[in-house]
């Protein structure tokens, strides 16, 4: 997932960029994977291997192979992405650096061809063939409609950033020297087999990309070949590298990875600004000026006693708080997430509403759980300096996957959703249940704050409503 959710990795752990499937083959590549909700999905995605002994044993701790012999999961693969899709994706215009790459590991270090402006499937073959490059093509899921199927679901499921790149890389050929990266990896083979060696962690759990030189990574970990319908997972941290045997055909393989800039780390440098804001209203310590001269000091340690007083009486104090989330994060995963996945032939849209307007007796249903969220956040009161807490209402419904993980992120960000006045915290909280209620039943003071909260929600497309 790339920074904060954006930058391809370097990784020859590559995404599928497959066109969409003719209708007349739809039954040729029917789905072996269970879309019915983001769990059912994600078990079917590391079947025969169980969920839950997947992140008992392997998740953030060791790689896992799954090599499956079955012909249909083999074809459904091939139908993600093949080499002969670039031909119909690129006459929609692609451009180098922005949507591909083609490369090569030489002597140890990673090698991009200088290649600018639009990739035609012409040029693109002419590296792939006399040039011996791998084609890396970034996040496949602007294309491809099975793909964004698959990631958007687990999007849902990991609660994070998925992205992906597709790397194929002719015969005897190999597009990226050892490294590791800062993201959770499955690889999925797509076409032809590919060579690949894993090697110890030198920084488990890593938050970065690193390059590391062939001696001094060891000997592998794990030796293997991955062929169609096989799947390699394995955790940030782990170096590896591939390659495409010689004698075979070209490999294609896909990368779908997540959880970059997603740890304990990041949730508090996100929590921890606010959490102090509230806290030093009634805090007079924390309000105290810092002893003169100390940012003068180069040696501050005599403060290391009176710091270790302050954080204990927050964390006293973070115990006894509700509602306590960070914002920056929650922003930038709904800002920037997959929409639904929604039929290709009804246009990738959702109408909005639909139904009747909901009234002051109307029962109303939460839709889309999974693709919405609620974050409490101070904002600043437009007539002074002061600022009040607000409830956040953010949902995908509306984001597009034209730009997906394309190192778009700005702080200008504009997240579909909606906000309220922290009031509104406990009848949202009734909504967000799940459970049909009335709109009258809403712990709210008025009438009209029933209505309104409801009608708000509607008209984002969130609620079912019965007359």
């Keep these: 997932m790339p920074r904060r959710g954006r930058k391809s990795m370097d990784t020859e752990d590559g995404d599928p960029v497959p066109s969409k499937v003719p209708r007349e083959l739809e039954l040729l590549y029917k789905s072996p994977l269970d879309f019915s909700s983001p769990t059912k999905l994600f078990e079917s995605f590391i079947a025969p291997i169980k969920s839950e002994d997947f992140f008992a044993e392997y998740w953030e701790k060791k790689p896992l192979l799954i090599q499956r012999d079955q012909n249909d999961l083999g074809t459904y693969y091939q139908s993600l992405f093949k080499l002969s899709d670039l031909k119909h994706i690129s006459s929609k215009g692609i451009f180098y650096g922005r949507d591909v790459n ?31 490059a791998t084609i890396q093509f970034h996040q496949p899921q602007r294309f491809s409609d099975e793909l964004w199927h698959i990631m958007e679901k687990l999007e849902c499921f990991f609660g994070a950033l ?45 938050r970065e990309y690193n390059v590391e030189p062939e001696g001094t990574i060891g000997a592998p970990t794990l030796d293997l070949i991955l062929k169609p319908g096989d799947m390699l997972y394995f955790p940030r941290g782990t170096i590896h590298q591939a390659r495409t045997p010689a004698g075979s055909s070209h490999s294609t ?87 639904p996945y929604m039929n290709a032939d009804a246009g990738h849209k959702e109408d909005a509403t639909g139904g009747v307007l909901p009234k002051l007796n109307s029962t109303i249903k939460l839709k889309y759980k999974d693709y919405t969220t609620l974050s409490v956040q101070h904002v600043a009161d437009s007539d002074d300096s002061s600022t009040q807490r607000m409830v956040f209402v953010y949902h995908a419904m509306r984001n597009g996957r034209e730009q997906h993980m394309m190192n778009t992120h700005d702080e200008s960000l504009n997240v579909n959703g909606l906000r309220f006045s922290l009031s509104h915290i406990d009848a949202l909280k009734e909504i967000w249940r799940e459970e049909p209620i009335c709109v009258n039943n809403l712990p709210l003071e008025s009438d009209r704050d029933k209505e309104n909260l409801a009608i708000s929600l509607w008209t984002e497309g969130l609620l079912a409503v019965t007359p």
């Excluded at 083609?102 to 990739?119: E, F, I, S």
């Design 102 to 132: 083609v490369c090569k590991c030489r002597n140890g270090k990673k090698m991009t061809l200088p290649r600018q402006g639009k990739a035609t499937f012409l040029h693109l073959m002419k590296d792939f063939s006399s040039g011996k």
């Design 162 to 206: 998925v992205g992906s790149n597709v790397y194929i890389t002719p015969p005897d050929s190999q597009g990226l020297p050892p490294h590791y990266d800062d993201v959770e990896v499955f690889i999925l083979q797509l076409e032809g087999e590919k060579h690949w060696c894993l090697y110890e962690p030198k920084v488990h759990l890593a």
């Design 253 to 339: 393989h896909v990368t779908i990875s997540t959880y970059q800039n997603n740890t304990w780390a990041d949730y508090l440098q996100d929590l921890i600004p606010g959490l102090l804001f509230d806290s030093s209203k009634d805090n007079i310590d924390l309000r105290r000026g810092l002893p003169r001269q100390l940012l003068m000091q180069t040696d501050p340690s005599d403060c290391a006693e009176k710091i270790s007083s302050l954080l204990t009486d927050l964390v006293k104090r973070l115990q006894t708080k509700k509602d306590i989330r960070p914002f920056e994060m929650v922003r930038d995963f709904m800002g920037n997430r997959l929409p």
